[in-house]
């Protein structure tokens, strides 16, 4: 039995390890959904538009994204809590996105997509008749 | 919970459920690395030279104008808030995982600073603060005279 949610996560066949020495994290993500559209967030910090990339393979939505830091010249880190890193993470979508109608943002390092529902797929009221 | 309260038939004994989602959140847990959750929020980087110092906060998304920074002495303090999306009627959420509410965070630099010299910018989701090291407390460079 699934879960009936619209957006799950997909299992990658497998791990795979970027070539640089970066580490690749999941980014935290917000899924919200109303009747039409399912959006989400995705916190990115230090990404812009420039350095996101979102493939469609089959059912598997993946987002990506590379966090750069500006060097800051005659300036060495003397504190260091968060560094360059990779945003990776993958979901799987169901038949009721319409795949042509995707669309992304990226601003201030927050990714949003924006997942409509395919016609069919929305609700339909249905007139119940006196007889 | 071993008991799944199938729509008001009572409760059926559903094992099968609970191995499954163990199943899926290993399968999760395998498929990648979750960003760990910083010791306090908003993590920090720290460069300095003999001039001052910039902070860096990594706060994505909020509004920079409500962004509150205050400097005393050697201790630089950001204070904001991140606002979650507020759900209308019919809407629902799958995941929440993102940080939000007010947040607050002090963060020492290893000298005094100029608080009227501090300037901050917003990029990226990266929060930039400036420092400027207080005029009185510059390095002074000593000569050494051959005797």
């Known amino acids: ?131 | 919970m071993f008991w799944e309260d199938v729509s008001g038939q009572g409760r059926m004994w559903a094992p099968w459920q609970d191995l499954e989602r163990l199943q899926d959140e290993l399968n999760r847990v395998f498929t990648g690395l979750r960003e760990p959750s910083a010791p306090s929020f908003p993590a920090v980087n720290i460069w300095t030279n003999q001039e001052g110092a910039v902070v860096r906060a990594e706060v994505p998304g909020i509004d920079a104008t409500k962004i509150d920074i205050s400097v005393m002495g050697n201790a630089v303090t950001i204070n904001g808030r991140r606002d979650a999306a507020e759900l209308k009627q019919g809407e629902t959420y799958h995941r929440r995982e993102r940080v939000c509410g007010l947040f607050t965070r002090t963060v020492e630099v290893p000298f005094r600073v100029d608080p009227k010299k501090v300037s901050a910018e917003y990029k990226r989701g990266v929060l930039s603060i400036m420092l400027p090291r207080a005029e009185e407390e510059m390095p002074k460079k000593i000569n050494v005279r051959a005797s």
């Open chain 1, 1 to 131: 039995m699934k879960t009936n949610l619209q957006t799950r996560e997909a299992t990658l066949p497998e791990r795979a390890e970027g070539t640089r020495d970066r580490r690749i994290v999941a980014p935290r993500a917000d899924i919200h959904e109303n009747g039409d559209v399912i959006t989400l967030w995705a916190d990115m910090p230090g990404v812009d538009e420039a350095h996101v990339n979102i493939t469609l393979d089959k059912d598997v939505l993946t987002i990506q994204g590379t966090s750069v830091e500006d060097e800051l010249t005659n300036h060495a880190v003397s504190y260091r809590e968060y560094a360059e890193r990779d945003f990776r993470r993958s979901f799987s979508l169901s038949s009721e996105i319409d795949r042509t109608k995707i669309s992304a943002t990226v601003r201030d390092g927050v990714l949003k997509l924006v997942l409509p529902k395919s016609e069919p797929a929305k609700a339909r009221r249905i007139e119940v008749k006196a007889g």
